[in-house]
């Protein structure tokens, strides 16, 4: 009974984290485009208007009717149902790797579920894209959990559970449906493995949701409004820039998973019952974090120094623009964050690598373990599934979603063998360097998103006031606050087409421009 009220209190925790996190994230970017009828000026005021815009926006751009659905809809029913719907879609989708993981429907494992949703936070590319922005998040996370609950059968039916009835039946086609419109390569994947798991096994509600799952595909890329988008995006592109893209996209994921690997080489290692060694934090690390920390939250100091420095000494002739210095400010104060994370990290596993008597990884030793194999064959379906973006004119780092959703089943799995349960659970150094690093983010994430707030607040006043006054243009100073707490803050400035054309569309003015 106290494992599952803790548990209850992690999920608790998780959504009380992403509801604030929402609740700061102002509409931006696309939002203003989807609070209209798509193709149109008119703003969605009524349930047929939402219907409409749906419709519109799979002829003239895409077939992912359901996340488009979704995404209309709360937008319309305003932004505290949409923070709060969009908190539980990120709470369900760390239950359902949980329970992926686990291959059981029991809920008593809290420090389980609290890795998994560290874990889901620190390694989801592109985090504030992807699960806060609210058209971002409708494509990304809300494709993710309807497809995680379709295949959760699947997999308990793999692992010995049996299911039948009709009613059963029913759902999984209908699920199957739902989970084949959802996003691109995503939907190729469940398709291919449904249909092959249903061959294989001939299970009448496999093959329920397979057929399902086949249909739903079909009207995803069939729409009318991919050809559309394709030709305005994928012109001219050969060959090249296609496996272009697949190295880039991996390579990018690969950055987001660092924590996760770190604690596979980990978890992995202490499987062959090597000799712990004494833990040795090193004080330089120590040091050196609490140097950044300072420098970041105090405005970037170091990165500002580093700006000056360059200016003034070493390229004095050069004179640049402003432009320039707003872009290196910007990828300095990135730089910072990463510096910061790295080093965090780097203070965690050295010493903790020592103190749990890692050893070498011998993967024919590891194998030999059922949830690494399960974790291997995650593994091999993730990196099919990016592969499937191939045919895509581009492949964005936060497109990997899906296959990093599959890697953290696996390496959740991984956790739960009781060898690694026992020595994780023990580890002082471990549960602290979780905390210091979860507690950094989050607060990263929160004031930053505060601040930005703030700003936008101002400016949208301001576009108010203009659009009352019937003035034509309405200018900004450019938003001085560059740090983004590893993406999972998204917010960009006015000076892009898509933020001021939907704002222009929105409000009713016809310029938006940012100064130089």
């Known amino acids: 009974m106290r494992e599952?009220?803790?548990?209850?209190?992690?999920?608790?925790?998780?959504?009380?984290?992403?509801?604030?996190?929402?609740?700061?994230?102002?509409?931006?970017?696309?939002?203003?485009?989807?609070?209209?009828?798509?193709?149109?000026?008119?703003?969605?005021?009524?349930?047929?208007?939402?219907?409409?815009?749906?419709?519109?926006?799979?002829?003239?751009?895409?077939?992912?009717?359901?996340?488009?659905?979704?995404?209309?809809?709360?937008?319309?029913?305003?932004?505290?149902?949409?923070?709060?719907?969009?908190?539980?879609m990120f709470v369900a989708l760390v239950i359902l790797i949980y329970v992926h993981a686990r291959r059981a429907l029991k809920f008593d494992e809290p420090w389980i579920l609290a890795a998994a949703g560290l874990l889901t936070w620190l390694c989801l590319p592109h985090f504030g894209e992807v699960a806060v922005w609210?058209?971002?998040?409708?494509?990304?996370?809300?494709?993710?959990?309807?497809?995680?609950?379709?295949?959760?059968?699947?997999?308990?039916?793999?692992?010995?559970?049996?299911?039948?009835?009709?009613?059963?039946?029913?759902?999984?086609?209908?699920?199957?449906?739902?989970?084949?419109?959802?996003?691109?390569?995503?939907?190729?994947?469940?398709?291919?493995?449904?249909?092959?798991?249903a061959v294989r096994l001939?299970?009448?509600?496999?093959?329920?949701?397979?057929?399902?799952?086949?249909?739903?595909?079909?009207?995803?890329?069939?729409?009318?409004?991919?050809?559309?988008?394709?030709?305005?995006?994928?012109?001219?592109?050969?060959?090249?820039?296609?496996?272009?893209?697949?190295?880039?996209?991996n390579a990018e994921m690969l950055i987001f998973l660092l924590p996760v690997i770190l604690l596979m080489f980990c978890?992995?290692?202490?499987?062959?019952?090597?000799?712990?060694?004494?833990?040795?934090?090193s004080k330089v690390l120590v040091g050196a974090i609490g140097i950044f920390v300072v420098s970041y939250f105090g405005g970037n100091l170091i990165s500002g120094a580093i700006r000056d420095f360059c200016a003034g000494v070493i390229f004095p002739e050069l004179n640049p623009s402003v432009k320039f210095v707003e872009r290196f400010d910007n990828f300095m104060a990135k730089s910072e964050e990463f510096v910061i994370y790295a080093l965090i990290l780097a203070a965690i596993f050295l010493p903790l690598k020592n103190s749990l008597g890692v050893?070498?990884?011998?993967?024919?030793?590891?194998?030999?373990?059922?949830?690494?194999?399960?974790?291997?064959?995650?593994?091999?379906?993730?990196?099919?599934?990016?592969?499937?973006?191939?045919?895509?004119?581009?492949?964005?780092a936060r497109a990997t979603f899906s296959s990093v959703v599959m890697i953290l089943i696996g390496a959740v799995a991984i956790l739960r063998i009781p060898a690694v349960t026992?020595?994780?659970?023990?580890?002082?150094?471990?549960?602290?360097?979780?905390?210091?690093?979860?507690?950094?983010?989050?607060?990263?994430?929160?004031?930053?998103?505060?601040?930005?707030?703030?700003?936008?607040?101002?400016?949208?006043?301001?576009?108010?006031?203009?659009?009352?006054?019937?003035?034509?243009?309405?200018?900004?100073?450019?938003i001085e606050i560059k740090n983004r707490a590893l993406r999972h803050v998204f917010y960009v400035d006015f000076d892009n087409s898509v933020t001021t054309g939907g704002l222009c569309k929105f409000y009713g003015i016809k310029k938006i421009s940012v100064e130089e």
Not at 43 to 57: A, G, K, M, R, Y
Not at 215 to 241: C, E, H, T, W
Not at 268 to 279: D, E, F, S, V
């Open 4 to 88: 599952k009220f803790l548990t209850a209190a992690v999920a608790l925790i998780i959504f009380a984290v992403m509801f604030a996190l929402n609740d700061l994230m102002p509409l931006h970017r696309d939002d203003y485009d989807y609070s209209l009828i798509w193709g149109t000026a008119a703003h969605i005021n009524s349930l047929s208007d939402v219907f409409e815009s749906t419709w519109q926006h799979y002829f003239l751009h895409g077939g992912r009717l359901v996340t488009v659905f979704w995404l209309n809809l709360f937008l319309w029913l305003g932004k505290f149902p949409f923070d709060a719907a969009n908190a539980l």
């Open 202 to 249: 001939k299970v009448p509600w496999m093959a329920a949701g397979a057929l399902g799952n086949l249909i739903g595909l079909v009207a995803l890329l069939a729409a009318p409004g991919n050809f559309v988008r394709y030709d305005a995006q994928g012109a001219g592109k050969g060959i090249l820039s296609h496996i272009g893209n697949q190295i880039a996209g």
């Open 359 to 396: 050893a070498k990884v011998n993967l024919r030793e590891a194998l030999k373990f059922e949830p690494v194999r399960y974790a291997a064959a995650l593994l091999a379906l993730a990196l099919f599934n990016n592969l499937v973006m191939i045919g895509a004119p581009t492949f964005p």
């Open 422 to 478: 026992e020595k994780f659970s023990r580890s002082v150094i471990l549960k602290a360097g979780a905390l210091l690093i979860g507690g950094f983010t989050i607060i990263s994430a929160l004031v930053i998103t505060k601040n930005l707030r703030a700003e936008n607040d101002v400016r949208i006043s301001a576009v108010q006031r203009a659009a009352a006054e019937n003035m034509d243009e309405v200018s900004f100073k450019p």
């Open 267 to 281: 978890a992995l290692g202490i499987l062959r019952n090597t000799t712990p060694k004494p833990p040795r934090v």
């Open 134 to 197: 609210k058209s971002g998040s409708t494509v990304y996370l809300w494709s993710a959990v309807p497809v995680a609950l379709f295949l959760l059968p699947f997999n308990l039916a793999l692992a010995g559970r049996k299911f039948s009835g009709k009613f059963f039946v029913v759902g999984m086609f209908a699920l199957g449906i739902l989970a084949g419109c959802s996003v691109e390569n995503l939907a190729v994947t469940v398709t291919l493995f449904s249909l092959a798991a």
